[in-house]
């Protein structure tokens, strides 16, 4: 969730440092600082509340230059945000921390050390790290054995970076459950969170394992594995670039990440199919003999991608003829699950570090679950590295926290999972070239949906005073309401709710009134009857509805009714086509709103914490 970077560079490092802290700002955050070791061997430290803007203003108010150091965006866990609670954090002006996870031990810690006579300034989690570590260095006089000792008492997760000051030029960096990555320059190396961060200064990149704690001067990193011992990690060249992860023309990065979704599907599909099939070789080596084997899924991940899951349960069902389970991360990794034999755990997540995700995938192999494929948008993540299949998403960097060209081509690679798990289970050859030509229509069906963006525009105005809202659809658009509500809610902070039409009359019905608009999708299908019975109920209680409809379906007139057409699709494909529009109208009412739509209030991208 927060954000690291670092550097032990040729010149100062000051604007290498904020550069990468601006492009990290998508992760989500609150208070931001940083820390160099200046030419005097001071830790000097700038910390301010709020955005990344704030440091700088402080900084030109008290410049400060080095060639090592580390800075850190924060987003609030232990203690409200503030410059006291912001990194890093400091500990008898000789070490500097910067931390993202959890220390779930922090109390018995931080009592331990009060005994030890160290007091602290801080109400985070955090600060006992640097504390930790200053009284490990009284054992142990060399840093990175410091930092060993001293994270063998941790117990939680974390990504650290550390400075000693009386070590310049060197950094002392440890992962675990928490992304972290060195990037490989010339005469000058890096550290942080993802390769957004330096894709400005480096394309080659070391990606650290869980338990690897890492040293790096200018002219060498060296890595000790969870063991203690030597460990060497691949180089790899990021295909990530500068340009994108700019935001181009828009005005948002959320606005670009929706036009980009013809593109990013385009991408999820490129070499994944014939004109005939689904290429099983894409899933990874082995995949068609594991999938022959499969009786069951059981889908794992948390919010947008939980939607994702859902969706494709459905088609799962229908189409493959597998039963299908689709589990919250966060609740699946704490209960007790019935362990069936020959069932395909598949794991959904944009970032592949999403905290409660990996987790969950770690209790369903402790279980003896054996079978599991990550679909993930980051080829390098934690998630991707604990399965033994993948398929990669390459949506591309998606900056605005609220996800969008995600969540279509995690729907997009769903549905590829469902043709490659039909085709073993009895899917016949004409299904598998229908669902195929599908597919390759996708990414000019989403293209005719954008060109609707004016008017979702202008329809988006009924709700500059609204308080409230409620979705509705049937069948696999229920989840699709239940994404279109999360992203008004998200990013316009307008409560929204979504419910399967059939059960408004099980109680949501309670809500219905003149100033609470009802947002329905309508695609062609066996379900539209019942739908409509639902729309009327709705307006029978003095209800206001707003229906994206396919052109085909007819809708009773109705001054109360407002209605955006949209081109009939097939209906297999229709839930990633119908959740652009829903994507367009929450941006359009955040923008009217005025709230801060890439970073909307205490949200983060990447939830790397529990």
């Given amino acids: 969730m927060c954000g690291i970077i670092g550097a032990v560079a040729k010149e100062d490092t000051v604007k290498v440092l904020l550069d990468g802290l601006s492009r990290l700002e998508y992760r989500g955050y609150d208070s931001a600082g940083l820390a160099v070791l200046q030419g005097d061997g001071a830790i000097g430290q700038r910390r301010a509340v709020g955005k990344i803007v704030n440091l700088r203003r402080c900084i030109d108010q008290q410049p400060l230059q080095g060639r090592t150091g580390i800075a850190h965006t924060r987003w609030a866990t232990h203690g409200v945000p503030s410059e006291a609670n912001a ?3 400091i500990s008898h002006g000789k070490i500097a921390i910067v931390h993202n996870g959890i220390i779930e031990n922090h109390r ?3 009592e331990q050390l009060q ?8 109400e985070t989690d955090s600060e006992v790290i640097a504390h930790l570590i200053h009284y490990e260095l009284k054992k142990h006089p060399d840093t990175l054995e410091a ?3 001293a994270i063998s008492q941790l117990q939680g997760a974390y990504a650290v970076a550390v400075l000693n000051n009386d070590e310049p030029g060197r950094i002392i960096v440890a992962r675990h459950g928490s992304p972290l990555v060195i990037g490989i320059g010339d005469d000058e190396h890096f550290i942080a969170s993802d390769v957004s961060a330096l894709i400005a200064v480096t394309r080659q990149f070391m990606f650290l394992e869980d338990g690897d704690i890492a040293d790096l001067s200018r002219q060498a990193v060296s890595i000790i594995d969870r063991s203690g011992h030597p460990a060497q990690r691949a180089i790899k060249h990021s295909s990530v670039t500068a340009g994108s992860i700019d935001r181009g023309g828009y005005r948002h990065y959320m606005l670009k990440e929706i036009f980009e979704q013809p593109t990013a599907v385009a991408e999820t599909l490129e070499g994944r199919i014939t004109d005939q099939r689904v290429l099983p070789e894409a899933f990874g080596v082995g995949a068609t003999a594991l999938f022959a084997r499969v009786r069951r899924v059981r889908i794992i991940a948390c919010g947008t991608s939980h939607h994702a899951g859902m969706v494709a349960r459905y088609w799962i069902e229908a189409l493959a003829g597998l039963p299908c389970v689709v589990e919250v991360a966060s609740e699946f990794r704490y209960r007790k699950p019935v362990v069936e034999p020959d069932t395909l755990i598949v794991t959904v997540s944009q970032s592949g570090e999403t905290a409660d995700t990996i987790s969950a995938l770690k209790e369903a192999r402790r279980l003896g679950y054996s079978d599991a494929l990550a679909i993930c948008n980051v080829p390098e ?5 604990e399965a033994n299949l993948c398929l990669m998403t390459r949506a591309g960097p998606e900056i605005g926290v609220a996800s969008t060209k995600a969540f279509t081509t995690q729907l997009t690679a769903l549905l590829l999972l469902t043709i490659a798990l039909g085709r073993q289970h009895g899917m016949s050859s004409d299904t ?7 597919l390759q229509s996708l990414p000019r069906r989403i293209e005719d949906v954008l060109t609707l963006d004016p008017a979702i525009a202008a329809l988006a105005q009924q709700f500059g005073d609204k308080q409230h809202a409620l979705f509705l659809g049937r069948g696999s658009h229920y989840p699709i309401a239940l994404e279109g509500a999360l992203k008004l809610k998200e990013i316009s902070y307008i409560h929204a709710e979504a419910y399967p039409a059939g059960e408004l009359k099980h109680g949501p019905l309670a809500l219905i009134d003149a100033d609470m608009p009802v947002i329905a999708v309508a695609p062609n299908n066996d379900l539209l009857e019942k739908l409509r019975s639902n729309l009327q109920e709705v ?18 007139p109705d001054p109360a009714i407002q209605r955006l057409d949209m081109a009939a699709v097939d209906e297999e494909i229709a839930p990633i086509v119908h959740t ?8 359009h009412v955040a923008v009217l709103k005025g709230t801060d739509v890439d970073q909307p209030r205490n949200l983060a991208k990447s939830v790397t914490v529990e």
Avoid: I, N
């Fill in 147 to 149: 930092v060993r000792a």
């Fill in 108 to 110: 018995a810690l931080r």
């Fill in 580 to 587: 652009v529009p829903l994507q367009l109208l929450a941006y």
């Fill in 115 to 122: 005994r030890q006579g160290y007091q602290f300034s801080s």
């Fill in 539 to 556: 307006r029978a209680r003095g209800g206001s509805l707003l229906v994206f409809a396919d052109e085909t379906v007819e809708v009773d």
């Fill in 87 to 89: 990194h890093p954090h």
């Fill in 432 to 438: 598998e070239q229908r669902l195929v030509r599908q």
């Fill in 381 to 385: 993540s934690t998630l991707v590295r």
